[in-house]
């Protein structure tokens, strides 16, 4: 019989947060968190991580288990979350994954194979180095030369999933984009719902501005700046998160502080049509439009209804 598994996810910004606690409370779930700046301590206000008082005594996991210097990335995310489940089931609770990381969330999903020989470490070190000499637009092009769908789908000041693709490539002579389409088409070794939360653009874009301005309110630079302090720098997987990049360049007098504001809400806005179209493409899932519930009682109620007719609750 297929392990329970309940999936909540959309755009920054929709809502996941305050959905995923109202429905763990009511399934007796635990919150399993599918984000990669969550996933660090420190990075508190930019990443809109739920504070310990806001979790309704609720468990969470997957936050703050990694320092900022650590590297983090899909693989280890699955590792690490799969051991999260055992425990979860164990304890006779449901595993509620949240969060707005569409990769990981395939990668839990479908148990996404990520099996790597030894020699993949040798070319991963070769464009990594490229990477460095030639810059990250020159890397995705060569990638693009190879792999068009995976360009397509991976923004090029994501190096490390452009040397994941290149490696990869060069490794088995496949495109990663069809290993990883293959993979999807596994059926899941859950019995799952798989909702994403959606808001029409301009709504979805106007509570986006409105989270970057509190959150600059509640003290994101202070964070970064500590941060900055503590060592972090712009090469480190952490400091690539929405507002961590932009204003450590300003801190690092790149640009003025108007103008990182600016480029915060323009990529996160740039971002979440990226999510949406991500998400536009999976197959087996519920699209929840939240402007259509009159209240949230009318789509709590619509989501658990969903979860008994997929066999993920009684």
């Not at 792999?147 to 490539?169: G, Q, T």
């Not at 993979?183 to 106007?206: D, G, H, I, M, N």
Request: with cysteine; glycine share 6%; aromatic share 10%.
């Amino acid at each position: 019989m297929k392990q329970p598994l309940v999936i909540l996810t959309g755009p920054t910004a929709v809502g996941k947060t305050e959905t995923s606690l109202r429905i763990a409370e009511k399934i007796r779930a635990e919150i399993l968190s599918a984000d990669s700046m969550q996933v660090y301590k420190g990075l508190d206000i930019g990443s809109a991580k739920i504070r310990p008082e806001e979790q309704n005594g609720i468990r969470h996991h997957l936050i703050d288990v990694l320092d900022p210097w650590e590297d983090f990335n899909v693989v280890r995310f699955q590792q690490m979350a799969k051991k999260a489940m055992k425990e979860i089931w164990r304890r006779g609770h449901i595993p509620l994954v949240t969060g707005g990381t569409g990769f990981y969330i395939q990668a839990i999903l479908y148990d996404i194979d990520f099996t790597e020989t030894e020699a993949g470490a040798s070319f991963r070190k070769k464009w990594e180095r490229m990477a460095d000499e030639k810059g990250a637009l020159w890397l995705h092009d060569r990638l693009r030369e190879v792999d068009r769908e995976s360009a397509e789908a991976i923004h090029p000041h994501n190096i490390k999933r452009v040397v994941r693709a290149l490696e990869f490539f060069e490794q088995t002579g496949e495109k990663i984009s069809r290993h990883n389409e293959t993979e999807r088409q596994k059926a899941s070794p859950y019995a799952f719902s798989y909702f994403v939360l959606t808001r029409p653009r301009e709504e979805l874009y106007r509570r986006i501005d409105l989270r970057v301005d509190q959150m600059m309110e509640q003290g994101l630079l202070e964070e970064v700046r500590k941060l900055k302090e503590q060592g972090c720098r712009r090469g480190f997987t952490s400091m690539q998160g929405l507002g961590y990049k932009e204003l450590l360049a300003y801190l690092d007098g790149a640009f003025s502080l108007e103008e990182a504001v600016y480029r915060i809400k323009r990529d996160t806005r740039h971002f979440a049509k990226r999510q949406l179209t991500w998400f536009s493409r999976e197959r087996e899932v519920t699209r929840v439009d939240m402007d259509a519930f009159s209240d949230i009682d009318s789509l709590d109620a619509f989501l658990l209804e969903e979860m008994k007719r997929k066999g993920c609750i009684e």
